[in-house]
């Protein structure tokens, strides 16, 4: 029930306050958490299946689980845990979709209703340094986004590499469950975009439903050093 009680370990903080982006028709959470605090037996009590790895990707792991959960809980009144296929790919409740984002210490997942939303692809990204972002610019950069970029200052320059990147991320997480078919950053450009919304469009035929030249919408928010950007297909 939307009022009960779930678990969180001490290493993960849900955020009450809202999110920094909304979207009709869904629920976003998201928290901050600190891998190194992770103990063993925080899965178990959680009641989510552990994932192999690291301490910091099960850290990532968990805190992208209860996030999910949450967001479930407030959305339906369940407190479900996403399944995952054999890509890793959440597999959420029937009759819903959503999505998933960690890293940098926060997390976040989205869930709405699939009558209402085809796809949802959620992405959390610390803001790149300027250093940083002149180096991964050519491995996420179109040349022809490149070209637009060419103008702007260093400071300018960071933030518009990490907003393509965390766009392109969040446009993939969107269309790979639709589609089944993997394409990367050059595959894809950000055409415009204003303070809180942008326009992508396709480099390549990924399906007959989306052919080259078809365009999507974004949307973002910056907080905190982070951006969190969010692709979402309506429903037919």
Do not use: N
């Amino acid at each position: 029930m939307p009022g009960m009680t779930v678990h969180i370990p001490p290493f993960c903080r849900l955020h009450p306050e809202p999110a920094p982006l909304h979207l009709p028709g869904t629920q976003l959470v998201r928290a901050s958490f600190d891998a190194t605090q992770l103990l063993a037996e925080d899965f178990q009590c959680s009641a989510i299946e552990p994932v192999r790895g690291v301490a910091k990707r099960q850290g990532e792991y968990l805190a992208g689980r209860l996030c999910a959960r949450e967001a479930l809980r407030q959305f339906c009144g369940q407190a479900l845990v996403p399944g995952r296929d054999e890509d890793g790919v959440p597999i959420w409740p029937h009759g819903s979709v959503g999505s998933i984002t960690h890293g940098a210490g926060q997390a976040a997942a989205i869930v709405g209703s699939a009558g209402q939303w085809r796809g949802l692809g959620l992405d959390l990204e610390k803001q790149l340094s300027a250093e940083r972002a002149a180096k991964l610019a050519g491995e996420i950069l179109t040349p022809a986004e490149l070209q637009r970029a060419a103008g702007l200052d260093a400071q300018a320059f960071a933030q518009r590499v990490t907003l393509t990147f965390s766009l392109k991320e969040s446009l993939f997480k969107a269309l790979y469950p639709l589609v089944l078919k993997r394409f990367y950053f050059h595959d894809a450009e950000l055409l415009e975009h204003d303070a809180t919304s942008a326009r992508l469009r396709l480099l390549l035929d990924l399906h007959g439903e989306w052919p080259a030249g078809s365009e999507l919408h974004g949307h973002f928010a910056e907080f905190d050093g982070y951006l969190l950007s969010l692709v979402a297909i309506p429903a037919r």
